[in-house]
């Protein structure tokens, strides 16, 4: 029982890794940041405005940039941290990591899908269909496929070590997958995503970073509410068991 | 510019209802509600 408790304890303490565990400044910082983003990102002229190429009626689409890509950015950091975890329980065997892995590799899913579905939205409007078999959209899909199995895997282990070391193994070999078909594959055959986008304007480029800023720290906000949630829960399943 | 308008609304109630949803789970979970 007593043994019970600590994991409950570290349940509640474990997330303090990444943050205090009362609402610290940067949550409530994060309010008003990320309204000044959405405000800034409808307020200013999109990045692609003045490019002949695209006209002027896909202007406004553009504006899905500032959220898009920061999606993709915190699917990468997320599934980064799960690798983290994941090799971290190698080495000390603790359930906590092997929670703190599926947790991270949970979110950066959900944000895969975000992106996925954002830029679809995107490609209907740009490129006439929500699919169009681009690299970048090929390359996500390879990505949420991965992750699907990753997923699998775990459901179809019952022994709790057993699951935790194959999904640790399995995150090994995330290791090259997350940045081949991130940064490698996309940019090996043409694309119809943008080489790259004009944000020479300093508000574009203010509000862009800002974005990217403001994810992260909401994805690690919500990374430590998930953890507080599954470790507390898994301690108390380990108690009743 | 309307439509503009009316997403950036839609997009900050969203955010402050996600964010207020947040601090609710936070305190929650900081006074160990969860475990009744």
């Known amino acids: ?8 304890e570290r ?17 409530w910082a994060l309010l008003p940041a990320m309204g000044a983003m959405i405000f800034g990102s409808f307020h200013l002229s999109t990045p692609m405005r003045d490019q ?28 980064f941290t799960s690798i983290w975890f994941g090799i971290r ?14 947790t991270a590799a949970g979110l950066g899913t959900a944000f895969c899908v975000l992106a996925t579905l954002s830029g ?13 078999w681009d690299p970048r959209q090929v390359s996500i899909v390879m990505l949420l496929l991965i992750y699907a199995s990753y997923f699998t895997l775990r459901g179809a ?8 070391n194959l999904s640790a193994v399995y995150s090994l070999l995330a290791v090259f997958a997350v940045p081949f078909f991130v940064f490698i594959m996309p ?3 043409p694309s119809l995503h943008p080489a790259r986008m004009d944000m020479s304007a300093w508000p574009h480029k203010v509000v862009f970073l800002s974005s990217f800023l403001c994810f ?4 690690f906000w919500m990374l430590q509410l998930a953890l507080r949630v599954h470790l507390a829960r898994r301690a108390r399943q380990r108690e009743i068991v | 510019m309307n439509g503009n308008y009316i997403a950036m609304a839609v997009a900050l109630l969203g955010w402050v209802g996600l964010f207020f949803y947040l601090v609710r789970l936070d305190r929650r979970f900081r006074d160990g509600e969860h475990e009744g």
């Not at chain 1, 029982?1 to 409950?8: L, P, Q, Y």
């Not at chain 1, 349940?11 to 949550?27: E, I």
């Not at chain 1, 002949?52 to 950091?77: G, K, L, Q, S």
Request: aromatic share 16%; charged share 20%; proline share 2%.
């Open chain 1, 157 to 164: 282990v019952t022994t709790d070590s057993a699951r935790g």
């Open chain 1, 216 to 219: 992260t720290v909401l994805f």
């Open chain 1, 52 to 79: 002949a190429a695209f006209e002027a009626r896909h202007n406004d689409a553009f504006r899905i940039v500032y959220y898009h890509v920061p999606m993709a950015w915190v699917t990468v950091v997320a599934y």
């Open chain 1, 1 to 8: 029982m007593e043994h019970t408790e600590t994991m409950v």
């Open chain 1, 11 to 27: 349940g509640r303490s474990a997330p303090s890794v990444l943050g205090s565990s009362g609402l610290s400044w940067w949550k």
């Open chain 1, 89 to 102: 329980y190698l080495r000390t065997r603790k359930w906590q990591d092997d929670e703190r892995a599926v």
């Open chain 1, 120 to 132: 679809s939205v995107f490609a209907k409007i740009a490129w006439g269909a929500y699919w169009n």
């Open chain 1, 187 to 189: 940019r090996m055959s």
